[in-house]
Every structure is written in C-alpha cells, then in structure tokens.
C-alpha cells in the first residue's frame, strides 16, 4: 500500500506538466508565438555573427522608420520621406567616421601614450605613504602593489598590440559594414510593407496572441531606443560643453564614455567615475580642477536620473531594477555590448510575453 502510494506521489508532478503542456500548447496561438520567439531566438544565437550586417540594418531602419512615418502625416510622399531620412542617416554617418571616430581615437591615443608617465606619477605618490602613515602602511606592501600593477599593466599593453595586429581586418569589415548597412536600409525603409507582408506570410491567420506581443513590445522598444538615442546625445553633447569649460584634457573621449554609461543604469556612472577623476587627478593634483571635475560630473549625473531620465522615460518602460540589472548580465554575457544595449527593450518583450500568456484557455 505504502509503495502503490509512493508511486502515486511520483507521478503528480508529471501530470501536473503533462496537463500544462496539453492545455497551453493545444492553442494555435500560443503554439505561434513559442514558434516565433524559438525561431528568432535561434537565429541570432547561431548566425548572429554572419547576420549582424543585416541586424545592424533591421535596427536602424526601424528607428529610421519613426521619423519617415511622420513626415508621411505631414503629407511627404512615400518614396521622398524614406529618401529624406535616409540621406539624414548617410549624413550622420558620414560626421560620425570622418569627425568623431577620428577625435575619439587620437584621443584615446594620446591618453595612452601619457600612462607611463601617468603610472611614473602615482608610484611616486604611493611610495611616500609608508613615510606619512607608517602605522597603516609599509613599504613592502607599497612595493608589491606597484609589482602587481605592473604587471597589469604590461598584459595589458600585449592585448593592445594583439588588437594592432587585427587592425586591418577589422578595417576590412567596417568597409563591408560602410557599403552592406546602407543598402539593407534604404531598401528596408523603401519595401517595409512589402517585406512585412512576406514575413507574416508565414504565420498562421490565428495569431491575434502574436500581434497583441508585438504591438506592446513595438511600442515599447521603439520609445525605449528613441528616448535612449536621445539621452546619450544630451548627456554627452553637456558633458563636453562643461568639461570644456573646466579645461580639462580628452574631453570628447571623456564625454562620449559618459554618454555611453547612461546604457548600464546603476553601473555605468560609476564605472565612469574612474578615468574622470583619475585623468582630472593628473592634469590638476588635488587642486580646485580636480574637486571642479569631480562635482561637475556628478551634477551631470544626477541632473540625468532625476530629470532627464523621467521627461524621456516617464511612459516607456515599467521593469523593476533587479530584472534590469539581471538583464543587464544575461545579455550582455550573451551578446556583449549590443546585449547591454538592448538588454531593458529584451526584458520588456519577457514582459510583454509574460502578460499576454493566457492563463487559462478561456483568455486564450
């Protein structure tokens, strides 16, 4: 009696699955959305790297299609809205490779060219703690630290010049990007219906638990993206403005790390912290520049979460801080920065996903 109970006990699990399968899976419509979301899912994970041209392309049309569906409202024929944003895009991209990308890498060239003497500096500074503060420090413990530093910082100098190394075909697959990007854009902008209609071929004409997925999340990826966009711009455009200002050395380096730290909430400015208050040490010691810097980019920071952030963001995305920074981890280790990027639009399709499943076949 106790084993025919025992068995029985085992088995409760299994037809509790067996049931949430039969009942879920029977719908067509949820069967169509598994399909769809398996099916993307699956392709980025195993031709994301050869499909990244056309992905890049897919992104930046859809955010290009915002500004090409209001000029249509406005009254622009089809054909001259895609051709005016998509010679908006060209110029972008033509003042982001010939002007920024150039500032950013001279730049960051001459910050490394100053870290020997920037390295000469800060052991200097360290090796006169033990005769300052004898009780919490001693020399040995100074002499192992820099021992350590320096070897980070000679692995270091080794990856950089592995990186020289593949320099040129990374050139070569920018100039694929620079011709291949473009092309896929204009022609997305200019057939968007036409590749619509091809791809929602393929589903099944039950898919209203599909579209429902798809209107909430293209509502709130296209805000998030947008807004995102927009505060980086801002944050970076004030950065360099007030770090000019200040004088301070690298400032569109400095801004531009800025600008990208709005991408990991929570994270990013603090990481950021770092190298403007250790180029800000440097250039000006412990002196007014320093503490100036240092105030300069926390006002910024704050001024960005408390007012910036809730004009941009105050409708867009309602994800709780931890499944943020969960995000954050699971698809930045997965996909790296383009994972970070889009780590808060990937938890809101989760969410819009969860929201929509039917509980029960009635809701189906």
């Known amino acids: ?42 392709t980025i994970w195993l031709f994301g790297d050869m499909l ?35 010679l908006f895009f060209i110029a972008v991209l033509l003042v982001t490779f010939f002007w920024m990308l150039p500032l950013l890498t001279r730049q960051t060239s001459q910050l490394f060219q100053q870290v020997p003497s920037m390295v000469a500096k800060a052991q200097q ?39 020289s190394f593949s320099s040129l075909m990374t050139a070569i697959t920018i100039g694929i990007y620079l011709v291949l990007v473009p092309i896929l854009v204009f022609f997305m902008l200019k057939d968007k219906l036409l590749i619509l209609g091809w791809a929602t071929g393929f589903l099944p004409k039950d898919r209203h638990l599909t579209e429902q997925v798809g209107r909430e999340v293209d509502q709130q990826i296209g805000n998030y993206v947008q807004g995102k966009l927009a505060e980086i711009v801002i944050v970076g455009v004030v950065t360099w403005i007030v770090f000019r200002f200040i004088g301070l050395q690298y400032t569109v380096l400095l801004a531009a790390l800025t600008g990208v730290s709005v991408l990991i909430p929570y994270v990013g400015a603090t990481v950021v912290t770092i190298p403007v208050a250790l180029v800000a040490y440097f250039q000006f010691g412990l002196a007014p520049g320093f ?41 930045g280790g997965l996909w790296g920065f383009w994972g970070v990027f889009f780590a808060i639009p990937l938890a809101t399709v989760i969410q819009a996903i969860l929201r929509a499943w039917p509980r029960d076949m009635s809701q189906a």
């Not at 002499?143 to 010049?161: D, H, Y």
């Not at 810097?293 to 952030?309: E, H, P, R, S, W």
């Open 125 to 163: 500074a360290l090796l006169l703690l033990p005769s300052k503060y004898p009780a919490l420090v001693s020399e040995e413990q100074i002499r192992e630290l820099l021992s350590g530093v320096s070897s980070e910082v000679l692995s270091f100098s080794q990856t950089l010049l592995s990186v």
């Open 291 to 331: 503490y100036s810097a240092l105030i300069a980019y926390g006002v910024i920071q704050f001024l960005d979460g408390n007012v910036l952030v809730p004009i941009l963001f105050s409708e867009v995305v309602d994800v709780h801080p931890v499944a943020i920074i969960a995000a954050i981890l699971l698809f």
């Open 52 to 86: 990244a041209p056309l992905i890049a392309a897919l992104i930046i049309a859809y955010l290009l299609d915002t500004l090409a569906e209001r000029l249509r409202r406005h009254g622009f024929p089809h054909l001259l809205a895609v051709l005016s944003v998509f």
């Open 1 to 42: 009696m106790l084993r025919i109970r025992r068995q029985g006990g085992s088995q409760l699990p299994m037809n509790a699955i067996r049931e949430w399968f039969q009942r879920h899976l029977s719908n067509p419509q949820v069967v169509a959305l598994v399909l769809v979301v398996l099916l993307t899912v699956v």
